[in-house]
């Protein structure tokens, strides 16, 4: 048993339907491993803990999860079966403020992934110096399988089956992989449900990422993508060049992806190659894609697989294609031994969590590209998340132009850090922040003592 008395969970229970048959397809389609991602976690956490001599302590508490939970509870489809559903939450550590992080739908969720995606957001918020811990939910299911309908009562299923184990105070949930402000919404209200009358208007604090029309916050859409690239210009500043002049390519055009490259856009760089779950696409000329268009698209088929403004291209020669900056936004393990070897860019900037394998990390160490790693490059979200949970406590609704400039400048203090600390101790950026992560939760053990 974990802390607060929820049972430790080794794997999900196989799903079982309502008559006890064969698993269904969204059944089946579950189950997907990542054996070594949460071990990547701890790796890289003890590569920065030594590298600064950190309180062996430290490293003790954060190689395990506070406490995971794990359900599986029963959802009712349209055509009247029942079928049973696996999901987690994953806590990791509270000790900066209440666990935080997304929660995730996709046939490959696994408790391993889970608990890498949590640990990732401890480090993240510490690396942000804002006041949230980590944690990181799932449901094992291609949603792509469900109806609208069934997709809303699995959520809110999801949402009852975890009950007071997320909260306002406590642990707060926000979009990831394949949900969006729709599916907070629908949380939000699950969760209302749940509380006395008297006590509903908690409820808007237990989720980020909502609709504006209902408690969300506005910027938080794009909050991600506007991070990734508030931090390219940074380090187009740092190279004495400038956005406008460079050129780019994109893995995954969702929520992350596409926002990085309509706020590019904007800014004038160029999108020369994109690819998604559907396939891959490249620009006929240098002029480029357009992001606006081919989110439209996107929108309307689901993928960039059949965009009439580009040419269809193999997912070889998009990792090949000659830009200066690679924008994974897609999921972990995409830059690996192999395809780090093909790229040929000067700066990776990890809109997605987990990426670059350790394999690949060496080969962009040996090639002497750079990283913006993921717990800095992607912390807009969490850092807008945060905004949006202040707004829910005090009333308040912050515009367009304060939230942007907020993010600006959270993430221009924790650049300098990692920049500061890279040089001091001669690190990488990636060992460099979770080096100042893992400083900022030392000193608050440091201050309050373990307990008892
Ligand atoms: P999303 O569901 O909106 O988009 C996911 C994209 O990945 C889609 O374009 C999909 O086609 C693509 N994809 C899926 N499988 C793929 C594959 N095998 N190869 C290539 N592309 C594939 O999700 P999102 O919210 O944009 O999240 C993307 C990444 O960013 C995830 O790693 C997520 O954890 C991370 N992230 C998201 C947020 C956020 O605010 N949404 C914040 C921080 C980090």
Redo the contacts with the bound molecule.
Sequence with gaps: MTANGTATIDAPRAPLTSNGSAPSAAARAGGGEHPKLFQRVRDQMDRAAEAIGLAPEVRTILSSPACEIGVNFPVKMDDGRVEMFSGYRVQHNNVLGPFKG?I?YHPDVSLDEVRA?AAWMTIKCALVDIPFGGGKGGVQVDPSTLSRRELERMTRRFVYALGANIGPGYDVP?????TDARTMAWIVDTYAATLPPQERFRALGVVT?KPVSAGGSVGREK??GQGVVDLIEMWAADQRCKVADLSYTV???????SWAARILKDKGAKLLAV????GAIKAYTSAGLDADVLAEHVKKTG?VAGFAGAQATSREAFFATQADVFIP????N?VTDETARLLQVRLVAE???GPTTTEGDAVLRERHIAVLPDVLC?AG??IVSYFEWLQNRSGAAWNAAEVDQRLREILERAYARVKQMAADKSLDWRDAAYAVALRRIEQVYGERGIFP
Excluded: W
């Design positions: 997304g995730r995606l926000a979009p990831d992989v394949n990422g909050a991600t893995q995954g055009f969702g929520k992350v992806g690819q998604d779950a559907t993928g936004a897609a999921l972990e995409q809109g997605a969590n992607n979200g969490v």
